[in-house]
């Protein structure tokens, strides 16, 4: 279990950045960080291998952040948009 925060920043929409509480974005490297902008904590979660997320598979969320300090989700491609709108 990873106590995570989750932030998003003002330049890049639907991309999201994830760390640990107890270490913050310090193992984030500075051109990523640069590149959301001003980040806004969006939300606190516990993280578990058997936590549903919304976007991500929560193993690579947990063994990225255990590998780098963080988890980068970046937005759905188009490619992929459109294919689950055809599927629908």
Known sequence: MILCDIYKGDKKSEMYLYVPSDKGVKDVPEAL????????LVMKLK????????????VKVLEDIQQN????????????????????
């Not at 960080?33 to 001003?38: D, M, R, T, V």
């Open 33 to 40: 960080l640069q590149s959301f902008g001003l980040l806004e």
């Open 47 to 58: 993280l578990t291998k058997t936590r549903k997320l919304a976007r991500v598979d929560v």
């Open 69 to 88: 300090g963080f988890y980068l989700q970046v937005p759905p491609s188009t490619w992929q948009d459109a294919k689950s709108q055809i599927k629908e």
